[in-house]
């Protein structure tokens, strides 16, 4: 656990040192990125935002030796040029970087070895340094995305918030190449997120290679050797199914931890008498016409086959609960990349006792 944990609709903030950095980056499965704080002052010119970063200590992070890449967002800011503040930020830092160690470092906008993020919300200007490079949600697995692609630190978000724990059954009938399934079956043996990528601090000047490599032995020796939790996932696509045993093979998840089979959602059946269906059928752009009759017949289904089943549905059309003649326990908003969505959450009764 962190210290100080508040949450606000941008991010969640925490206080903690270098090794909790990396444990963050290593072990977060919602998290989209890891940011320091390095600076925050109140601003009324772009000129103020270079005075403040001229004054952060950057060279404990990086020198001249290293790539610099600044990127700048903004909120009700009234800057009229993020450009000009971008380039504000850097000159800032490359001066301070100078004025410190006599050279400025280079400027890479690709593949740069210190990444500066400056956030601009109304007179304030803060200044974070990036510590995960890539999106942590790029956990190093998936190359087959099929037709119907989630984020995976969305789909690790839908288990979290769908109450889901490792050993419940898990059914995901619109599994597709299998990200929300290899997440789960990540979770119940202990895999962390960020095992198998790198991440951008290991190129900062406090880049502390043991510590990182004894955090890394230690997470490898607490994965669990087999899979207990029954996973179970289908899909019409054979070749959704194909590419979901091409991820949980690169995912290092034996063949039969997972299983799968090419099958109609609407001839699905429960393989326990109890368990969660978590799922994220096509919509929005990924809906082909003439699709939207399956929600009744497979209302149906999900009544007469999953008595006492929770299932959790991600999507964009807000009229699916009644498409599918199902009131929603909970609707929760969610974001599949920029497109807003919903997951709506149905507790199954059989039909034939909601009649009497």
């Known amino acids: 656990g962190f210290a100080e944990v508040e949450s606000s609709r941008s991010g969640v903030y925490f206080k903690t040192d270098m090794l909790g950095v990396m444990k963050a980056n290593l072990y977060s499965p919602l998290a989209t990125r890891i940011l320091i704080q390095v600076a925050q002052a109140e601003i009324h010119s772009q000129d103020d935002i270079q ?45 301070r970087i100078r004025d410190k160690e006599g050279e400025r470092p280079s400027i890479d906008t690709v593949r740069p070895d210190a990444k500066v993020h400056l956030f601009l919300y109304r007179d304030q200007a803060t200044l974070y340094l990036d510590t995960s490079g890539e999106s942590l949600f790029k956990r190093g697995w998936r190359l087959d995305k099929g037709s119907a692609p ?3 630190n969305l789909a690790a978000g839908m288990l979290a918030l769908a109450g889901w724990e490792p050993g419940q059954t898990l059914l995901d009938p619109f599994c597709g190449s299998g990200t929300i399934l290899i997440e789960a079956a990540w979770w119940a043996q202990n895999v962390p997120p960020g095992l198998h990528r790198p991440f951008q601090f290991m190129r900062l000047r406090n880049y502390q290679k043991q510590r990182w490599h004894d955090l ?36 290092n998840i034996g063949a039969s931890s997972i299983n799968l089979e090419v099958k109609n959602v609407l001839d699905i059946e429960a393989p ?57 326990q909970r609707r929760v908003p969610l974001y599949n990349g920029n497109l807003e969505t919903r997951m709506f959450v149905f507790d199954m009764v059989r039909e034939s006792f909601r009649d009497q």
């Open 51 to 95: 005075q403040s970063s001229l004054a952060t200590a950057w060279e404990h992070y990086f020198g001249p030796e290293h790539t610099l890449r600044v990127d700048t967002s903004a909120i009700r800011s009234p800057m009229q040029s993020l450009h000009f503040c971008n380039l504000k930020t850097k000159d800032g830092i490359v001066d």
């Open 150 to 152: 989630l984020r995976e």
């Open 216 to 251: 890394r032995d230690e997470a490898f020796a607490n994965i669990k050797p087999t899979l207990d939790t029954p996973l179970f996932g289908s899909d019409i696509s054979p070749a959704a199914i194909e590419a979901a045993r091409a991820n949980m093979e690169r995912a």
């Open 272 to 328: 326990s008498n109890s368990g969660i269906i978590i799922t994220n059928p096509p919509y929005g752009e990924r809906l082909d016409s003439g699709q939207d009759d399956i929600w009744q017949p497979l209302s149906g289904r999900l009544k007469k086959e999953f008595d006492g089943w929770r299932v959790n549905i991600i999507t964009s059309d807000l009229e699916l609960p009644k498409k599918l003649r199902l009131k929603a």
